[in-house]
């Protein structure tokens, strides 16, 4: 839970900044690897790639999935073996493929990069075992296949396979897809997961040798809102373990991979800000705060994408977007008295709005708020750049040392 003292503290010193609680952390990949027994899990990087946090995750025993060469670098940094760093993303260049093959395993995500990873192998005189993300004829909600820029369309793999056994200097071992993430209901995990199995039972018969891996990729969600309802990771593990019992036969070898950011880390995290000014204008009293758009973006983002519509559930744009209010809103302060206000922060920009009309107690200059769900997809997609501001500081509150302030450890 939020330490409000420590928050306060901290806010002397900076007037924006991320707090990375790692007990939640630990929490979470604890809870993971509870209820999921047979079940190895990666860190999506993307998500948070703050070098203490990536370095706490992977402490747990987690790999890697990484979106870009420096994600594989961190993995490689942090100790994981080549085949827990997974290098999933679309439109690698030959570069990309020299510098991570020797250190990750790639999954190709198209009959190019296909070709690529031969070459590449080919001339480093290897033989390189790879993964396929493969853009599947089912979806989480029972459609078939739908048009992607992931992956190869199942029905063309299963074209490919006479070509792709010819290619002497990779070995396909492995399958990969994700189709989405932030789905909070596990029946529809479960009927995803057992999709992927056949699939890849499928798979694995028509190439006629045995899959080493089997990376079904992300879905985990976390709830953003207040009426969001936990997914029950415990039945989901239990289902997971049994389908994999029916076909462990088949499979002697196979390690299977579910990969996560959010889940790990989305908690973890708290954005602070301060209160910097305050004025009412035509009778309406705006909060003006520190860093917000541009040093948290989703939720000046959720602001936007809500002023557009009148849904109240408007489709999720993730990691953009989840919902109206994928967040909770904690002002600091004991005033007994309530007003309204809107949030807005320091940009010269009006698109910086934070939260309209809305309760608080109320506040004056250098009063503190927090915001939670602060912890993935927060300071790695928030345009820092713009106007050159003062950047958030980020803050790790590790569970044996306290709190680390990034900028002074380096
Ligand atoms: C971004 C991404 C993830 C992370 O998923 P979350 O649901 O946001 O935790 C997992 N796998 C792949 C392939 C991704 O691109």
Do not use: W
């Amino acid at each position: 839970m939020l330490n409000k003292k420590l928050v306060l503290e901290l806010a002397k010193k900076h007037d924006s900044f991320y707090l990375y609680d790692e007990k939640v952390i630990v929490e979470n990949t604890e809870r993971l690897k509870h209820d999921f027994k047979h079940v190895d899990f990666l860190y999506s990087i993307k998500t948070n790639s703050h070098p203490l946090v990536v370095k706490s995750v992977l402490l747990q025993g987690f790999g890697v999935d990484a979106a870009s060469v420096a994600e594989v670098m961190l993995g490689k940094q942090n100790g994981v073996a080549k085949k827990k760093i997974q290098y999933s993303a679309p439109g690698k260049t030959k570069k990309d493929i020299e510098q991570t093959i020797d250190v990750s395993t790639i999954i190709a995500d198209s009959l190019n990069e296909i070709m690529l990873i031969q070459q590449v192998a080919q001339e480093k005189n290897m033989v390189a075992d790879i993964g396929i993300r493969i853009n599947p004829n089912f979806s989480f909600y029972g459609e078939d296949a739908i048009p992607s820029k992931f992956g190869i369309d199942e029905q063309l793999l299963f074209e490919v396979i006479p070509q792709l056994k010819q290619l002497k200097n990779m070995k396909v071992v492995g399958l990969h897809i994700h189709l989405r993430s932030q789905e909070l209901n596990a029946s529809v995990l479960e009927k995803y997961y057992s999709n992927m199995v056949i699939l890849a039972e499928n798979f694995q018969k028509a190439i006629g040798q045995p899959l080493t891996f089997l990376n079904m990729g992300s879905g985990i969600g976390i709830p953003f809102s207040a009426e969001d309802t936990p997914l029950d990771t415990v039945y989901l593990g239990a289902a997971t373990a049994k389908m994999m019992s029916q076909f462990r036969l088949r499979f002697p070898n196979l390690n299977v991979y579910i990969e996560t950011g959010r889940y790990v880390v989305g908690k973890s995290g708290f954005y602070v800000t301060k209160v910097l000014d305050k004025k009412v204008s035509c009778g309406k009293t705006f909060l003006i705060l520190k860093n917000t758009l541009n040093g948290f973006i989703r939720p000046s983002l959720a602001q936007l994408v809500m002023s557009y519509t009148e849904q109240k559930k408007p489709f999720a744009s993730e990691p953009l977007f989840t919902c109206a209010n994928p967040f909770e809103l904690i002002a600091l302060s004991d005033a007994a008295e309530t007003e309204e206000v809107t949030l807005v922060g320091n940009l010269c920009t009006a698109a910086d709005v934070v939260a309209k009309d809305i309760v608080l107690p109320k506040l004056q200059c250098q009063d503190v708020i927090v915001f939670t769900n602060a912890g993935s997809y927060a300071a790695v997609l928030s345009p820092m750049q713009f106007s050159s501001q003062e950047q958030p500081a980020q803050i790790f509150l590790s569970c044996k040392q306290g709190v680390i302030n990034i900028d002074d450890a380096e």
